[in-house]
Each structure stands twice: as structure tokens, then as C-alpha cells.
């Protein structure tokens, strides 16, 4: 049976995504916003993130794996599910759950890329800077965390523990 240790707070993720809003409503002042968010983890993130953000927001999701049902990525990235409308000169926000290695990020930055966007810049709740393997900008951080592997607030195990309202360590 698994372990679940508290490690950022339902207050302490409330109090962050209220700063993340402001940043963001900053450097996209009078722009229309599209969320792209990346199914099923960051579900949770993107529609709290973005009921705090005044500018006139949009939605696209994507789906992409690298970890099946393990505690550790594959390191074989696939999109499962691509945008369905057009994103051309969209002002696009990637939001993610989680950047570990980059290789996902990185992936997914260069499939886009094609797609003649306005811009693009990269969101995530939570960081891993320790396990990066590619150079990735990420333009808005929630939390800097150690290399050990959480659930909570999207976040799952095997699609168990999403539901949490905060961030807990996972102990096996």
C-alpha cells in the first residue's frame, strides 16, 4: 500500500496560482490567451489557473504519455490526442502538470512550432529541475520541488489520487 506524505498545501497552491495569474495577466495585457492544456494531469491546474486570469481565455487540449502506469518515464513520447482546431497566430500557454527530464515539453514545443503561432510560452505547477535532461524555458512556475514522485491536484499513480486537493509525496 502507498504512502502519501503532504507536501504543498491546498492554501499554499491557491496562494500560487493567484501570483501566476497576475504574471500572467501581465505579460499578455489586452491579448487573447489560449490554454493548451495537457490531458489528464494538468486538468485540475489549467482550470483553476485560468478562472483567476481576466484576459479573454480559450481552450485546446492535447494528450501525450511518456509514462503509462509507471513511477518513471518511458522516454518514448506520443501524442494521443492532438489539437482539433486551428492554433495559427494563436498566443498559445502550454499548461503542464509536471516538468521532469524536458523530453516531453521538448517534444511537443517542436510539434508545435510548425503551426505558425503568435507565441508561446510554458506553464507549469510543478518543477523538477534537478531531472532535466533537455534545456526547456519554462516561462511560469508553480513550485520548485525535490526529485521524488508526487500525486495530488491532477496528478495521479496508475489514475488513482488525482483528486487530491493538495501535493503529496508518494512512498511505496
Request: charged share 35%.
Amino acid at each position: 500500500m502507498e504512502q502519501l506524505k503532504v507536501l504543498i498545501s491546498e492554501e499554499e497552491i491557491n496562494q500560487r496560482l493567484d501570483e501566476l495569474a497576475r504574471e500572467i495577466e501581465r505579460d499578455y495585457k489586452d491579448k487573447e490567451i489560449l490554454a493548451l492544456c495537457i490531458l489528464k494531469g494538468s486538468v485540475f491546474f489549467a482550470v483553476e489557473l485560468t478562472k483567476r486570469i481576466s484576459n479573454p481565455v480559450s481552450y485546446e487540449f492535447m494528450e501525450i504519455s511518456s509514462y503509462g502506469d509507471s513511477t518513471e518515464s518511458s522516454g518514448v513520447v506520443r501524442i494521443t490526442k492532438d489539437v482539433k482546431s486551428s492554433i495559427e497566430n494563436k498566443h498559445i500557454i502550454i499548461i503542464e502538470d509536471i516538468i521532469d527530464t524536458g523530453r516531453t515539453l521538448e517534444y511537443l514545443i517542436e510539434h508545435l512550432k510548425a503551426k505558425k503561432l503568435a507565441s508561446i510560452k510554458l506553464c507549469t505547477l510543478l518543477n523538477k529541475p534537478e531531472r532535466r535532461l533537455v534545456d526547456i524555458d519554462v516561462d511560469y512556475v508553480g513550485f520548485d520541488i525535490p526529485d521524488k514522485f508526487v500525486v495530488g491536484y491532477g496528478l495521479d499513480y496508475a489514475e488513482k489520487y488525482r483528486n487530491l486537493p493538495y501535493i503529496a509525496q508518494m512512498e511505496m
